[in-house]
């Protein structure tokens, strides 16, 4: 095991400063996921034909954001939302600037998660809101978020873990992280070890994450 | 009918897939005058590299034929060479073969310089090195050996020190031993460096890059460099170096069509 002592002597600096990166990224996007996207998912639902909120315009406009961001090859939207994260944080390289493009996909696929599993509800429940003359907020948080949130925790897990393989190649603005670490000193320096040991560690937290959702989700769940 | 007709073809396909993987990468020598050409193939990433592969697959003598393989990164473009799956390739200068030839017992050679360019700093804001800002950010390569290129040249130019005990060409930002500015570092890809041009004070770039911004090393570098360490190398096998295919691709490589191609790009210049 002296290898591993070695790269931990040599790499241990930077390893925790890309950790932190990665940890920074995905706190700030599963926030953004789960208080936008949330919501916009939500929008889509009410607002779809047969909803209680039925509003053709909303629902195509909120369609539209998910549906364009989604099409975007994750690294060409990085670069292509180049000039608007300048505009908006002042400079488009480092950390902070690189989460910006992965709230504008967390929110995309937290949105469109969150519409699939409310669709998955028993239709008699909107059924239920519209007879008993329920208003949208008290339908929203008295009925579908109560009957969905175990779902809903559900869908955040898996989001977490595409949201963790979206920020390995924020490396291309400056973002860090555990990803660009593997790829810096492990492969363009042909240092296998050192990103097989990086690809591990990436695979323990993806089963931290899916544990931690899982347990959530099943003490949510009130079936 | 139509689903065994649908299984004949992906069957043909999966047929003629195995016949060119085990189609040998090169035969050493053409036999006769009426023998089919023996076809070299060699390896590049991206323009203008793969305009020369072209260039010299027009010039190449009679009984070869070059066919140019295009692949998605630079060190992909190595590790076919070195198995064996193509004969050649043309993306890299050597010290970057032999970064890779010691991470993967690479048996990698350079056998022609083809083209050189200058690499140079550029700056949105400054007109001369000597001005730049206390702690001003400089934006360079995040790649091993242009880091060490980038690093080398602000040293040339006493922007900072780096520790006279590490290889100048293998050099990190670890190895600076006086930055008496405060300089901050950004790292990232060649392909990102001219995003940061708008908002860095200092950039490193490739002249093949930095012409998308209407700017030349030769007008608009604050500081330059040409080393023929860098040129950008014919590479193939060890075992291969000598071989009379070989000779060709090299008389191929330096022919008035490549020269032409080299030319016309207005960013490089001839090694040889």
Redesign the interface.
């Known amino acids: 095991m002296s290898w591993l002592t070695d790269l931990l002597a040599q790499y241990g600096d930077d390893f925790a400063k890309a950790m932190a990166e990665t940890g920074y990224m995905m706190l700030v996007s599963l926030l953004s996921a789960a208080l936008i996207g949330l919501p916009v998912g939500m929008i889509v639902f009410l607002t779809e034909r047969g909803g209680i909120a039925e509003n053709r315009v909303v629902n195509l406009i909120a369609n539209l954001y998910i549906n364009v961001v989604r099409s975007f090859p994750f690294l060409l939207l990085v670069?292509f939302l180049?000039p608007f994260t300048?505009f908006v944080m002042g400079?488009?390289?480092?950390t902070q600037a690189a989460t910006l493009p992965l709230c504008f996909v967390a929110v995309a696929i937290y949105a469109r998660l969150t519409e699939q599993i409310l669709r998955e509800i028993p239709p008699g429940i909107s059924k239920v809101a519209r007879a008993s003359g329920a208003t949208v907020p008290q339908a929203v948080f008295l009925m579908f978020l109560p009957e969905a949130r175990s779902g809903l925790v559900y869908a955040l897990t898996s989001a977490a873990i595409s949201l963790l393989s979206y920020s390995t190649v924020l490396?291309?603005?400056?973002g860090g992280g555990i990803g660009d670490f593997a790829m810096?000193y492990g492969?363009?320096?042909?240092?296998?070890n050192l990103m097989y040991l990086t690809i591990v560690i990436i695979i323990v937290c993806v089963l931290a994450i899916q544990a931690i959702g899982h347990r959530t989700s099943v003490r949510l769940d009130h079936r | 009918m139509k689903k065994s007709r649908l299984a004949l073809a992906a069957a043909g396909l999966g047929l003629a897939l195995i016949v060119t993987a085990c189609a040998p990468a090169a035969e050493q020598k053409p036999d006769a005058e009426n023998a089919a050409p023996v076809t070299l193939k060699v390896a590049a990433v991206t323009a203008p590299m793969t305009d020369v592969v072209t260039a010299a697959g027009e010039a190449i003598e009679d009984g070869y034929k070059v066919e140019l393989v295009e692949v998605g990164d630079y060190?992909t473009a190595n590790t076919i060479v070195n198995s064996g799956d193509v004969y050649a390739n043309f993306s890299q200068h050597v010290p970057y073969m032999e970064?890779?030839n010691?991470?993967?017992d690479g048996t990698l050679v350079g056998v022609q310089p083809v083209y050189n360019f200058l690499i140079a700093f550029y700056s949105k804001t400054l007109d001369d090195i000597a001005d730049l800002p206390e702690g001003a950010t400089v934006?360079i390569p995040?790649?091993?050996s242009n880091t060490g290129r980038a690093l080398k040249l602000l040293a040339a130019n006493d922007v900072i020190t780096l520790d006279p005990a590490v290889d100048p060409y293998a050099a990190t930002t670890k190895d600076i031993t006086e930055n008496p500015k405060n300089l901050e570092f950004?790292?990232?890809?060649i392909?990102?460096l001219n995003?940061?041009y708008?908002?860095?004070d200092l950039v490193f770039q490739w002249p093949s890059h930095i012409i998308a911004l209407g700017l030349t090393p030769q007008k608009d570098g604050l500081i330059t460099e040409l080393d023929p360490v860098f040129a950008l190398n014919l590479v193939v096998q060890k075992k291969d170096a000598d071989s009379a295919a070989t000779e060709a691709l090299k008389k191929a490589f330096t022919s008035d069509e490549v020269r032409a191609v080299i030319e016309d790009n207005g960013t490089i210049e001839t090694a040889w």
């Open positions: 670069v180049i300048r400079t488009s390289f480092g490396g291309v603005v400056g810096r492969y363009q320096v042909y240092n296998d | 060190i970064t890779f010691e991470g993967n934006a995040d790649d091993p950004l790292q990232v890809p392909a990102s995003a940061a708008e908002e860095a």
